[in-house]
């Protein structure tokens, strides 16, 4: 596809024709290098669209609780883009088949733009590309992003890195689990949702997670949040309204308080990124070819095959090759 080409499926997008959206995300998922000309583009028209996610461990309600905040913003006239991060099989995990047929209700609504991302790629993939959609879904005027991710591992803090607020669900199961988990974790929660507390009394978790973040503090401006603690039921829909307001509440504080600091942060992320990104195909690339004219197969002293010594050469050449 020519520049110009892109330029044109960039300018659809941005009047959010869904045809144009659904192929440039499908280019952003499929790390296709095409999708940063029509990210050029779009870039200037992002920076509108509240960020919010949504992680937890599997099954602790995390789609139900999308589900409800996509009406709950539908409700009050605000479209809705959704990117539900799945880094298992589609083929082999229920989850993602479980989520489309929970957010299916929504998916004849204009309003809403829902897409299912369950690959890894290259190094640092899923999250590069998740970002990406994020940033199409911005520029094609969604007003309200939310990312579900399942677990705490380093994909999912990069993230909810990029999330204006952060929910963390938790079940009351998990009472004894939070303790041994570190206070780092709990850090990326702006708020926390118990849910599932139909099943099981949530008060001893409550009070270990409230032990936990009593001393958190998540603003350099000298103002601190105070994460809060939800109790929700999926199942018997409460506490779902005590959310939204928290969800509000902590939108205020955000805007008065966080916004530069995040965007100077989320800025460095994304340019780290896509810069490691470049680099590391780059050399990828050229690697091969480099280790092959190394001989490796040829009989020779051990000497002549240790590691350390070839790549070390091989970067060298890697670094002379960049210069030219
Ligand atoms: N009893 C009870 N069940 C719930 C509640 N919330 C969700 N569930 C059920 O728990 C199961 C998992 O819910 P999901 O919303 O798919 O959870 P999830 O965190 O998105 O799951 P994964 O995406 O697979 O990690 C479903 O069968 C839900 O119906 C709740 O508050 N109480
Ligand atoms: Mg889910």
């Known amino acids: 596809m020519s520049e110009f080409d892109i330029a044109k499926i960039a300018a659809k997008a941005l009047k959010g024709d ?26 200037k028209h992002t920076g509108r669209a509240y960020i919010i996610g949504i992680t937890g461990l599997p099954g602790s309600g995390k789609s139900t609780i999308v589900n409800f905040l996509i009406k709950h ?14 880094p298992s099989s589609p083929l082999t995990s229920g989850a993602i088949l479980g989520d489309r047929v ?15 991302l369950a690959t890894r790629g290259t190094y640092g993939g899923l999250s590069r590309s998740t970002l990406q959609i994020a940033n199409i ?21 990069s993230i909810m890195n990029s999330a204006h607020t952060t929910v963390l669900v938790l079940v009351p199961e998990m009472g004894d689990y939070v303790q041994t988990i570190k206070a780092g974790v709990l850090e990326i929660g702006d708020i926390f949702v118990i849910n599932k507390t ?49 969800i509000d509440e902590h939108q205020v504080f955000f ?5 530069e ?7 460095v992320q994304e340019i780290e990124d896509e810069v490691l990104n470049h680099f590391i195909a780059f050399c990828r690339k050229n690697l091969k070819e ?8 040829a009989a020779g002293a051990i000497e002549e095959k240790n590691p350390y010594r070839i790549s070390e050469r091989i970067i060298e050449k890697l670094l002379n090759l960049i210069k030219e």
Do not use: C
Request: no cysteine.
């Open 198 to 246: 139909d099943k099981r009394d949530p008060a001893e978790l409550k009070s270990n997670i409230e032990s936990l973040i009593r001393h958190n503090s998540q603003s350099s401006s000298g103002k601190f949040w105070e994460q809060k603690i939800i109790l929700t039921s999926g199942l018997l829909k409460t506490g779902l309204d005590e959310l939204t307001a928290a």
């Open 290 to 297: 480099m280790i092959l004219q190394e001989d490796l197969m």
């Open 102 to 116: 929970r957010m299916l209700e929504h998916s004849k609504d204009s309003g809403v733009f829902i897409k299912s």
């Open 18 to 43: 869904t045809v144009a959206v659904s192929k440039l995300i499908r280019m952003a998922e499929e790390e296709d290098p095409q999708v940063y000309a029509a990210l050029k583009h779009l870039y």
């Open 137 to 157: 879904m911005d520029a094609m005027g969604k007003d309200i992003i939310l990312i579900e991710t399942v677990g705490v591992g380093q994909t999912e803090a």
């Open 255 to 259: 805007n008065d308080h966080m916004k």
């Open 73 to 86: 913003f539908r409700d009050v006239g605000k479209s809705v883009g959704v990117i539900a991060v799945d």
């Open 261 to 267: 600091q995040y965007l100077e942060k989320r800025l």
